[in-house]
């Protein structure tokens, strides 16, 4: 499969054998909407929900950390999701979570796996339809072992400030990245990773909510200062939207690009780690 696919091409290959459809829809703890009840009244036919709070690892004290390979693996074998799945995931989610699940996919060995283009949204949109409650699934074999290729933790991260040699983008907001505005987390310095750009991940979509892509999408990159000749780490609050970026770059054919899973929530949280405010 691409990276990305439409929804009439989803709406073709429903009810193929291999194929397996991922809802990821992740929303901010303590909010209105609850991810999981929004699935049971109404989701893509055949899909399962996976959770992404609850498959993440819960020894840490940092949100939406990776988990261990055997618990992911074991979550998988749970929801259906077997070696040799073609894989689509897609969200309903305003920080484009489906991101994060493709990105845990490939680190743990996992890569026919696609993202749907406009998500939930744009299948609503066309009227296509949805079913309620939960599908009957079969227990199935899931092989997982982690890839830490394109993961960065903070002792990495801080060689970095020292030796330049990647580019860091963080995906945070500009008032957030620039230190303009208080962190939402407690005891979160604000700022951002000295060295780093600025690119809210909301300027990879279309107003439709489908990705930029060819042109459009160089021109969002480049505005942001993204050399694409050089190695890239993605950085957000948490974790989650620097998925955005990742898959942005990953689509626009950038293979030499990693995440830092703690991003600023485990920066911000260090008061021995450098910060910068103001513009990049």
């Known amino acids: 499969m691409e990276q990305l696919v439409t929804t009439d091409w989803l709406a073709k290959e429903m009810g193929a054998c291999d194929l397996r459809i991922i809802d990821a829809t992740w929303l901010m703890p303590g909010g209105e909407r609850n991810a999981s009840r929004e699935y049971l009244s109404g989701h893509i036919p055949g ?18 950390m990776l988990p261990p390979a055997e618990k992911f693996s074991s979550r998988m074998q749970s929801l259906g999701i077997g070696d040799g799945s073609r894989i689509v995931i897609y969200d309903n989610s305003p920080f484009a979570s489906a991101t994060r699940a493709w990105w845990m996919f490939g680190v743990f060995g996992a890569h026919d796996v696609a993202l749907l283009d406009g998500g939930m949204a744009k299948w609503k ?29 903070k002792a990495a991260m801080l060689a970095n400030v020292e030796s330049g040699a990647e580019q860091v983008l963080d995906a945070r907001g500009a008032e957030r990245f620039e230190g303009a505005t208080p962190e939402p987390r407690e005891e979160i310095e604000a700022g951002h990773i000295p060295g780093s750009m600025n690119l809210p991940y909301g300027a990879l979509f279309n107003e439709d909510g489908t990705w930029k892509q060819g042109d459009e999408l160089q021109a969002v990159f480049a505005a942001a200062g993204v050399d694409m000749d050089r190695p890239l780490v993605t950085t957000c609050g948490s974790g989650m939207t620097a998925a955005v970026l990742l898959f942005g770059l990953k689509l626009h054919g950038k293979e030499d690009v990693a995440l830092y899973d703690g991003s600023w929530t485990e920066w911000g949280s260090d008061l021995a780690t450098p910060k910068e405010k103001g513009k990049a």
Request: aromatic share 6%; no cysteine.
């Open 125 to 153: 949109a066309e009227g296509r339809e949805l079913e309620n409650g939960k599908p009957s699934l079969r227990h199935r074999h899931f092989t997982s072992w982690m890839d830490d290729g394109e993961v960065r933790d």
């Open 47 to 64: 899909a399962v929900f996976m959770d992404i709070d609850e498959i993440a690892d819960q020894n840490s004290s940092l949100p939406n």
